[in-house]
């Protein structure tokens, strides 16, 4: 059975796309095969995964295949034995409208997805940070929601939209959506607060499962810049985490 996961948070630069390419990659090392899925008109884990080769998708990306203009197979590109993506465009922003006007406007991309699920173990969706046509979608295809956050006030107090989508999405379009788990990212030492505010995390939502905290950084910067993964790029620290949250990721869904 393919496991599809989203990696949401309607709140902006809170590491989505850190996570999605880095679980995506954590996952192929350890032997699952991937498909990595950008639905977001930003195409940063585009760049991520295939650099400037994201130009040669201008009319076989994420939107056309929503849109039905191209079959599933015509959409992937080859990251590594392990790791496939269906890449987003530029252009994506332009396909909202078409989206949004057509029939079952929430199920495009499950609807596009189910041909390739035969081909993978897992499949990775990186979102927007909006609460769009292309959010919804995300959640209606997805069997597991991955939450990841900043340990600050409004990133705690945020949380609660999330969970009026995901309740929203159970009631209306995929009522067996879970929640993984929330990733509380960018965790530094040097002051108390993180440590404060993942203490108030959990008493705010006692029912959220907490996932492997993720270290602050530069590295998963720089190697996001360089088109690389962590693994290859030599932060000990950041590495070990993804590991970690990618092996107890592995042990929630496959036992
Ligand atoms: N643990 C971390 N340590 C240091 N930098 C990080 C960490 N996680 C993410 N970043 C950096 O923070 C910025 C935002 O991260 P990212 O792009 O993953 O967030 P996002 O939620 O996908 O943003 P958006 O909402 O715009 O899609 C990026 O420059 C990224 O490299
Ligand atoms: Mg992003």
Not at 225 to 238: E, F, M, P, V
Request: aromatic share 6%; hydrophobic share 40%.
């Amino acid at each position: 059975m393919t496991v599809i996961i989203s990696v949401a948070n309607q709140k902006g630069g809170v590491g989505k796309t850190t996570v999605a390419l880095n679980l995506s990659y954590g996952l192929a090392r350890r032997g699952r095969r991937v498909l990595a899925v950008d639905v977001d008109p930003q195409f940063n884990l585009t760049f991520g995964l295939i650099g400037m080769k994201v130009l040669d998708y201008e009319n076989s990306n994420v939107g056309s295949l929503m849109t039905g203009e191209i079959r599933a197979d015509e959409a992937r590109a080859v990251v590594s034995k392990n790791l496939h993506l269906i890449p987003s465009h530029l252009n994506l922003s332009m396909k909202e409208l078409d989206i949004l006007n057509g029939y079952n406007r929430e199920r495009k991309l499950h609807r596009a997805l189910t041909p390739l699920l035969p081909d993978y173990d897992y499949v990775i969706i990186d979102t927007p940070p909006s609460m769009g046509i292309f959010l919804i979608n995300a959640l209606t295809a997805s069997d597991y929601v991955v939450i990841p956050l900043e340990l600050s006030y409004f990133g705690i107090i945020g949380m609660q939209l999330m969970f009026n989508l995901m309740e929203m999405i159970r009631e209306e379009t995929n009522e067996n959506l879970r929640l993984l788990g929330l990733i509380p990212n960018k965790f530094t030492r040097q002051t108390t607060v993180p440590k404060t505010r993942l203490k108030e995390l959990k008493e705010m939502y006692p029912n959220a499962p907490l996932l492997t905290t993720i270290p602050k950084a530069i590295a998963l910067e720089r190697a996001q810049a360089l088109g690389r993964s962590i693994y290859d790029y030599g932060d000990a620290r950041a590495s070990k985490a993804f590991l970690r949250l990618t092996d107890q990721i592995i042990s929630l869904v496959e036992s």
